[in-house]
């Protein structure tokens, strides 16, 4: 029984003085850590690393910028703008007054010509420029709960000034959406109109996540300040796709918007009548209106910087590489 009993007095020492040793260790790695004492790769950047690894930068990135410099140039786009040729010329001097008119013809026939070959799907996109939708009032004129539960939830004051009329709620509110675009166009080739897909042109998360299925829209576009397009209250707000597309709001005062797909080749050389309703208001505040016609490629729409700065850095890395080459020969280390 002794006997046990000093054994089991020795394990626990034991274990004691592994418990201490643990705990020490512990404290001793904690300590190293907060005093930043802990053992680290600490590279010495020779000047054979540093020559080598701007060199190898450059031969990286030209290719990339090039492969991505090439995707852009084969883009073919047709961009027209047509917002002060559609004004009829006895209101060339008050293009206000024209478009505020609700009597005047807004019909415009605009011709297009194909230089290259556009192949399918060809992207419809209208363009604005001159408008600021980045406006931190215009921004936060919505309410995204109302968009999600429609009447269910009451409070719009967010969206003011465009949150009730007449004492009636709206929806949807607020001033993105009162200024929804509302420009129309048809597309005729060979005397025959081309069919254009507007389905699936908004982010499916957006449809699915941001946009009540079981929402329409209400009191909208009844007050005597029209300020774009109108909605189908028929319609639920997960379906009306220009109202997605238009409130994803842009970031610069340039922008494109997505209007539908032609789902078919365009040769070049082809003609193209393109039948505009000018009905949205940029003339107000000096906006432009342009209507573009992209096709894509593996990287997207048409943009060079991309290519170019690509480019950039990785020549601007092999000249470097080049200079500290010379400067190491001439005074090596």
């Not at 690894?53 to 027209?80: C, H, K, M, T, Y």
């Not at 699936?200 to 299925?213: E, L, M, P, V």
């Not at 028929?234 to 009306?240: G, R």
């Amino acid at each position: 029984m002794d006997g046990d009993r000093a054994s089991s007095s020795s394990l626990g020492a034991g274990d004691g003085t592994q418990h201490v040793a643990v705990l020490s260790r512990r404290q001793n790695a904690l300590h190293q850590f907060t005093q930043q004492s802990l053992p680290a790769c600490k590279p010495v950047l020779t000047p054979s690393w540093v020559i080598t690894s701007f060199f190898l930068v450059g031969v990286l990135f030209i290719p990339v910028g090039l492969a991505a410099l090439r995707a852009s140039q084969s883009v073919v786009e047709i961009v027209d703008r047509y917002d002060n040729d559609c004004i009829p010329e006895a209101f060339r001097s008050n293009k206000v007054a024209y478009i505020k008119d609700n009597f005047s013809p807004k019909n415009c026939t605009r011709i297009l010509k194909v230089h290259k070959r556009m192949k399918a799907p060809i992207y419809i996109y209208y363009q604005l420029d001159n408008y600021y939708q980045n406006h931190r009032r215009y921004v936060k004129s919505r309410s995204e709960n109302q968009l999600m539960y429609g009447l269910k939830y009451n409070d719009s004051s967010s969206c003011k000034p465009e949150d009730t009329n007449n004492g009636l709620p709206i929806v949807p509110c607020g001033l993105i959406a009162w200024s929804l675009f509302n420009d129309t166009y048809t597309f005729v080739h060979q005397s025959v109109e081309l069919k254009l897909n507007r389905k699936n042109i908004a982010w499916k998360s957006d449809r699915d996540h941001k946009f009540g299925k079981h929402v329409f829209p209400f009191n909208f576009q009844n007050g005597t300040l029209i300020g774009g397009g109108g909605l189908d209250p028929n319609i639920p707000l997960s379906d009306q796709e220009d109202l997605i597309v238009w409130m994803r709001t842009a970031a610069l005062p340039s922008f494109r918007k997505l209007y539908g797909r032609i789902e078919e080749d365009l040769e070049a050389d082809e003609v193209i009548v393109v039948n505009v309703v000018n009905n949205y208001n940029t003339y107000s505040f000096g906006g432009k209106k342009k209507l573009v016609l992209s096709t894509s490629s593996w990287l997207g729409g048409k943009n060079d910087f991309l290519g170019l700065a690509y480019i950039a850095v990785g020549s601007s890395s092999i000249f470097v590489s080049f200079v500290f080459l010379m400067l190491h020969v001439k005074n090596p280390r």
